[in-house]
C-alpha cells in the first residue's frame, strides 16, 4: 500500500526557511511512471502547485514562487523534501506532499496523498 507522511514543524518564523520531509512507503520515488509533488492550500484559497520533482530527480518549480523553493529527494531513504525560502509573515497552510502518473496532469491526477500538515508563520 502506498503511502506518503509529511510531518511539519506547525510554526515557522518569517524570513526563515521551511523545510518539509515527504517519506514515501509502498513504493519507489525512482518509478518512472510517477512523479512527486508538493501542494499547498491556504485558508479561503484554491490549492497551489509549488512544485514536482521526477522519478529521475528533475525539479520544477512554480514560477511565482519566484525562486524561493528547493526539492530534492534521498533515494536511499525513499523520499523527497521541500525547503521555502524567505516565508511572509502572516503565511498559513496546509502543505502535502502527492504522487500522479507522469502522462497525467491536473489535481485530479493524483491518486496518493500525504494527510498534509499545516504551516504557521509567525515569530
Known amino acids: 500500500q502506498v503511502q506518503l507522511q509529511e510531518p511539519g514543524p506547525g510554526l515557522v518564523k518569517p524570513s526563515q526557511t521551511l523545510s518539509l520531509v515527504c517519506t514515501v512507503s509502498?513504493?519507489?520515488?525512482?518509478?518512472?511512471?510517477?512523479?512527486w509533488s508538493w501542494i499547498r492550500q491556504a485558508p479561503g484559497k484554491e490549492m497551489e502547485w509549488m512544485g514536482v520533482?521526477?522519478?529521475?530527480?528533475?525539479?520544477y518549480y512554480n514560477p511565482s514562487l519566484n525562486g524561493r523553493i528547493s526539492i530534492s529527494r534521498d533515494t536511499g531513504k525513499n523520499q523527497f523534501s521541500l525547503q521555502l525560502n524567505s516565508v511572509t509573515p502572516g503565511g498559513k497552510a496546509v502543505y502535502a506532499c502527492?504522487?500522479?502518473?507522469?502522462?497525467?496532469?491536473?489535481?485530479?491526477?493524483?491518486?496518493?496523498w500525504g494527510e498534509g500538515t499545516q504551516v504557521t508563520v509567525s515569530s
Open positions: 502527492a504522487r500522479r502518473p507522469r502522462i497525467c496532469a491536473g489535481y485530479g491526477c493524483y491518486g496518493y
Open positions: 509502498g513504493t519507489s520515488i525512482t518509478s518512472s511512471v510517477n512523479d
Open positions: 520533482i521526477t522519478s529521475t530527480g528533475t525539479p
